[in-house]
């Protein structure tokens, strides 16, 4: 019981209990809304809506210009008290890629889809909601002062909206360029609540500041060529899978991906919350930030085996159940893909580390390498297997990039360590031990 009072009390421990409880509210209304949506559409549309909404997520890391959490947050950390000129020179930096990219995805998309109207159309619809994904930005200013009360309660009114929108579509029949609308609905929705929030919460006026922006671009920038590689080995199976088969082949691998990235949002809040903790450890005491990032690699592999132990046993009755007969194909990529979960989180987990260690350019030799392992991976496979052979390239390549090939670099190594310190058994119980005892 003093385990549990303990934990209630911690900041960090509050944070997260937010943003996860906002999350669960989100996946309980949209539980039946998007079952009955994908029944609906079935596997050759869901898998166009998919499709599409690989493009706008493949190029969205250029969109942000590699300004995650972590990087905003070490803004607002190296700027006291100048919140607003920071979030100002970031949206605006990020309205700007947003448009770019909005162009060149229709661009794109009207060369490799020419002959196929709807898809064009559904694919420019779905760009629709780029720009509105600025507003995002904000979600980092709660972040860091640990308040994700508000910005959970806003992710949840947006997702409402959406869903009551989704559900009118279904009682009018509507056809599935309706329901590409409905993806960039709940940014719009969002954003436009998350800047009212902002205000309303005190926050600064936005402004925008060429010194700070120059620094932000500084530090983002590794990310940007990064992010798009691991764009590459993260969104390039969907428009494999469409460009080499079809686009129900399409379906059913997002069909798996939706129930195995359903419950991550957990594992998204976590690190969220943890991030800024161990960015301030690391100025102060370097066994207390060791001690931080092995507790998040931690709850990240022991959360996701047991998951993923779950998926695996019950995968054919959990598609049966939740989507019918049609999307039966999705039980064998949906056991592969359950699995790369953990390496995935890990990854992201370690982006906190990378920033405090300032090794930001050497990640690129990362994601570039892991994206060839994918690319090449899905051309042997998916021809031969289809979304099966496209989810285990993708969990061998999240396998490589996490444990492989950071072997060969040496400012790398030290994480490595790290992170099988905390796969030991022990190491779980010696915290369970310790939290305890506080």
Do not use: H
Request: aromatic share 12%; hydrophobic share 50%.
């Amino acid at each position: 019981m003093k385990f549990f009072r303990n934990l209630l009390r911690n900041k960090v421990a509050k944070n997260a209990g937010w943003l996860i409880a906002g999350n669960i509210a989100q996946m309980v209304v949209s539980f039946f809304v998007n079952i009955f949506t994908v029944r609906y559409l079935g596997p050759s549309n869901y898998g166009l809506i998919n499709y599409a909404g690989a493009y706008t997520a493949f190029i969205t890391s250029f969109c942000t210009l590699g300004l995650g959490s972590n990087i905003i947050i070490k803004a607002f950390s190296d700027n006291p008290g100048k919140d607003g000129e920071v979030l100002g020179s970031a949206m605006l930096l990020r309205s700007v890629s947003s448009l770019l990219s909005a162009l060149m995805i229709i661009g794109i998309v009207s060369f490799a889809d020419r002959g196929e109207p709807l898809t064009i159309i559904v694919v420019a619809i779905c760009c629709l909601g780029l720009e509105f994904q600025v507003f995002t930005t904000l979600n980092y200013w709660f972040q860091s002062k640990l308040n994700s009360k508000v910005s959970s309660i806003v992710s949840l009114a947006a997702y409402i909206i959406t869903a009551l929108f989704k559900i009118l579509l279904l009682a009018l029949e509507k056809s599935v360029v309706w329901f590409a609308f409905a993806t960039s609905l709940d940014l719009i929705v969002s954003g436009i609540l998350l800047y009212i929030s902002y205000r309303r919460n005190g926050g600064d006026r936005l402004s925008f500041s060429r010194k700070i922006a120059y620094s932000l671009l500084k530090d983002g920038s590794p990310f940007i060529l990064i992010g798009l590689m691991v764009a590459v080995y993260g969104y390039t199976d969907k428009l494999m899978l469409k460009q080499m088969l079809d686009t129900a082949e399409v379906g059913y691998y997002s069909t798996a991906s939706a129930i195995c990235t359903m419950w991550t949002f957990v594992l998204k809040a976590i690190i969220d919350s943890m991030s800024p903790s161990i960015i301030e450890a690391r100025k102060r005491d370097r066994a207390a930030y060791e001690n931080a990032n092995c507790r998040l690699y931690t709850i990240i592999i022991y959360s996701c085996a047991a998951v993923s132990l779950v998926f695996t046993f019950s995968g054919k009755y959990i598609i049966l159940f939740l989507y019918g007969k049609e999307y039966l194909p999705s039980v064998t990529p949906f056991r592969i893909l359950t699995w790369y979960t953990a390496f995935s989180y890990l990854g992201v987990a370690r982006q906190v580390w990378v920033v405090c260690e300032n090794i930001q350019k050497k990640a690129i030799y990362i994601t570039a390498s892991g994206a060839a392992i994918n690319v090449g991976i899905n051309f042997l496979l998916i021809p031969v297997i289809g979304a099966s052979g496209a989810a285990l390239a993708t969990l061998l390549t999240e396998a490589c990039a996490v444990f492989v090939i950071p072997l060969f670099i040496k400012e790398y190594r030290p994480n490595i360590k790290l992170m099988l310190k905390s796969i030991n058994p022990k190491y779980l119980i010696g915290e369970i031990r310790e939290l305890a005892k506080e």
